[in-house]
């Protein structure tokens, strides 16, 4: 939540950072801001709105220099307004700041600061912090950076700015994710690699605690206590081309086109067909660890907690492990009991999900081991976990989770195998699993042809007011996953609901205004999803099904029917999610949505 940018070189920093602006804005899109140091003085922009807000208002009044600081913002302290857009100045005016974060004791530390003088002029928590250091600032900005900070409570990325050091930015992070871009005579700070692989490929993560100085040739890393550290440099593994749009209108829609090669880069390497099982060499536990484990914890949020829910049944179903999940926001303040034998894992496609982590460091606290699956390398829960496997799936930019999905999903089957084989999993059923998740790229392909037969049911319900997500075993997350998909990106009422569960509350809501989507492929419950689709028929309730090619039962019975080839059922999830990413893509379009960044949300939940 909340991306911030800073450049340090030769060239002027406006453009490069209103660059990088756009390629965070997915983290945030309230309100954005530059400030450079211009000859001993700040040219300091900001402004209510998305990017080209900012964009237009620095052609009318450009912001010179070759140093500066940018953020776009998600709201958390003050409603979305240019006063509460950041950077933020301190008394003095000399020291400007960006911050990701929340300083919980803001209010204590503007009592005291009110009192010795300090007026503010926003409402935020970060204005407290740029004011904090300008108290400490005697000659040394770093020293003032490191002094405040040791006074705040809660979670903060930085960058901060002096107009009598105009050749250098201070970063620093607890909580909230920064990092150092090395360029060739510039250097960046960055929430995130896609505001700056454009520039550069080289980066080192910051921890936790630590503090950087940043000049045009120089980066200096310390702790809190000052004391030295020797940052490590790695390759950002993807190119600036990966965060284009390319010829898609939207990145949610090149996300879902993206998923048959996504799913593919998720198994590449890990099917073991010899063995009839999956390798995930980066588990970092041995054959005696794994076959010990007897119970597992998924946690996660949003969309992949759903991939999580689909996880207790493929691993209670192969591996007949008991599994469980949770909202990672629970589990935190939960006292669960884990015992020794028991695996924790978090799911999270940007690995900076502030109650993901916090789970996690929990566990870790207790001295449990933990294991992440994640997507974007370097982000902190991959560094923080003992163990786990990246997706691969590139960077996903659409604020509505997608192709992060499937590749969890896959990740997840892979890991039922695996688990499952080491216990009662026979190597047919193995073999047979593997065979036919090579073929799910495939498959899924089929499906994305059928984007416009998809985009003409849409057309059909886009102006209902509600509708509901049904279906039983395996796709019951995924119909939590297409309820979700649908309310976040255009703002319809959906529930997702396990088909038989319906007749518990949700039915009352059926009526002729009110779309059904059931997720009834040829399966095992297929009969009694089928009973379940007849009673909201029953009351007049319109009804769209996800079906197997070629089910003309169905076809008969359904409103309106889109077709998915057919699979083993634990695999069901990686086809049927699909036709609902897309039936929500087109209802948010033609409801004149804009589905890449939804009101209200952000990408990366940096904050609790
Ligand atoms: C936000 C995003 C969702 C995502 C969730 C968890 O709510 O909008 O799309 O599923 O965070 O994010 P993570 O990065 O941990 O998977």
Same mark, same amino acid.
Request: hydrophobic share 40%; proline share 4%.
């Given at each position: ?38 000859? *001993?003085?700040?040219? /300091? ?6 990017? %080209?807000? #900012? &964009? ?6 450009? @912001? ?110 607890? *909580?909230?994710?920064? /990092? ?6 510039? %250097?960046? #700070? &960055? ?6 692989? @454009? ?53 949610m829609?090149?996300e879902i ?41 998924f946690?996660a949020c949003g969309t992949a907690l759903h991939s999580g829910m689909v996880?207790?049944? /493929? ?10 999940w949770?909202h990672a926001s ?17 799911i999270s496609q940007s690995?900076?999900t502030?109650d993901t ?39 996903e930019?659409g604020v509505a989770a997608t192709k992060s999905f499937t590749?969890q999903l ?54 209902a007011?509600s509708f509901l997500f049904l279906a039983?075993?395996?796709n019951f997350p995924v119909a939590l996953e297409g309820a979700l998909k649908l309310k976040e990106i255009s703002y319809i009422h959906a529930e997702g609901y396990p ?7 949700p ?8 779309p059904s989507v059931?997720i ?26 996800v ?26 999830p990686?086809?049927t999610v699909v036709p609902l990413q897309l039936l929500a893509y087109h209802i948010a379009?033609?409801r004149?949505c804009?589905v890449d960044k939804p009101r209200n949300l952000a990408k990366s939940v940096?904050?609790?």
């Amino acid at each position: 939540m909340c991306g911030i940018v800073g450049y340090v070189g030769k060239k002027p920093a406006q453009n490069i950072l209103l660059e990088g602006l756009r390629r965070l804005e997915y983290r945030g899109y309230d309100s954005a801001g530059v400030c450079t140091v211009n000859d *001993g003085k700040f040219d /300091l922009r900001k402004k209510k709105g998305r990017i %080209n807000d #900012l &964009a237009a208002l620095l052609r009318q009044q450009p @912001a010179a220099g070759t140093t500066g600081i940018g953020h776009t913002r998600w709201a958390t302290h003050g409603p979305p307004t240019d006063a509460n857009a950041h950077p933020h100045l301190d008394q003095s005016g000399k020291i400007a700041l960006v911050h990701n974060g929340v300083i919980e004791n803001h209010q204590t530390l503007k009592d005291r600061l009110v009192a010795q003088g300090h007026q503010f002029i926003s409402q935020t928590d970060t204005e407290v912090l740029a004011h904090l250091v300008g108290e400490y600032y005697k000659d040394d900005l770093v020293e003032a950076v490191r002094l405040a900070l040791k006074e705040v409570v809660g979670t903060y990325g930085i960058a901060v700015v002096h107009r009598d050091h105009p050749k250098s930015i201070v970063g620093a992070r607890r *909580g909230s994710p920064l /990092l150092i871009g090395i360029g060739r005579d510039e %250097n960046f #700070l &960055a929430s995130d690699v896609s505001a700056i692989v @454009a520039h550069t490929r080289r980066v080192v993560y910051l921890n936790d605690f630590e503090i950087v100085t940043l000049t045009r040739d120089n980066f200096e890393v310390t702790n809190i206590e000052a004391g030295a550290v020797s940052p490590e440099i790695k390759e950002i593994e993807f190119k600036a081309e990966d965060v284009e749009r390319g010829k898609y209108p939207h990145f949610m829609l090149k996300e879902i086109f993206e998923q048959p090669q996504t799913v593919q880069n998720a198994f590449r390497g890990r099917l073991n067909f010899d063995e009839a099982t999956a390798k995930l060499g980066g588990l970092n536990l041995t054959p005696a660890e794994l076959r010990a484990v007897d119970r597992i914890i998924f946690i996660a949020c949003g969309t992949a907690l759903h991939s999580g829910m689909v996880a207790k049944y /493929l691993l209670e179903d192969l591996a007949r492990i008991p599994t469980e999940w949770d909202h990672a926001s629970e589990f935190r303040y939960r006292n669960s009991p884990i015992e020794k034998h028991t695996l924790v894992f978090a799911i999270s496609q940007s690995g900076e999900t502030i109650d993901t982590l916090a789970a996690i460091r929990e566990c870790r606290r207790k001295g449990h081991k933990t294991l992440g699956i994640v997507n974007v390398v370097g982000s902190t829960i991959a560094r923080e976990v003992d163990g786990g496997t990246y997706m691969h799936a590139g960077p996903e930019i659409g604020v509505a989770a997608t192709k992060s999905f499937t590749s969890q999903l896959t990740i997840l089957t892979l890991l039922a195998v695996l688990m499952g084989r080491m216990r009662h999993l026979a190597g047919t059923r193995g073999t047979e699993i593997l065979r036919e998740l090579e073929r799910i790229p495939g498959k899924i392909e089929r499906i994305l042809q059928q984007s416009d037969a998809i985009a003409a049911v849409a057309k059909k319900y886009c102006e209902a007011n509600s509708f509901l997500f049904l279906a039983r075993q395996y796709n019951f997350p995924v119909a939590l996953e297409g309820a979700l998909k649908l309310k976040e990106i255009s703002y319809i009422h959906a529930e997702g609901y396990p088909a038989a569960e319906m007749k518990h509350g949700p039915i009352a809501l059926v009526d002729p205004r009110t779309p059904s989507v059931f997720i009834c492929p040829k399966n095992s419950v297929y009969d009694k999803t089928m009973a379940n689709i007849e009673e909201v028929k029953a009351r007049k309730g319109p009804v769209i099904v996800v079906a197997t090619e070629g089910d003309t039962e169905l076809l008969s019975k359904a409103d309106d029917l889109i077709e998915i080839p057919a699979t083993l059922d634990c695999l069901e999830p990686l086809l049927t999610v699909v036709p609902l990413q897309l039936l929500a893509y087109h209802i948010a379009i033609l409801r004149g949505c804009d589905v890449d960044k939804p009101r209200n949300l952000a990408k990366s939940v940096t904050v609790e």
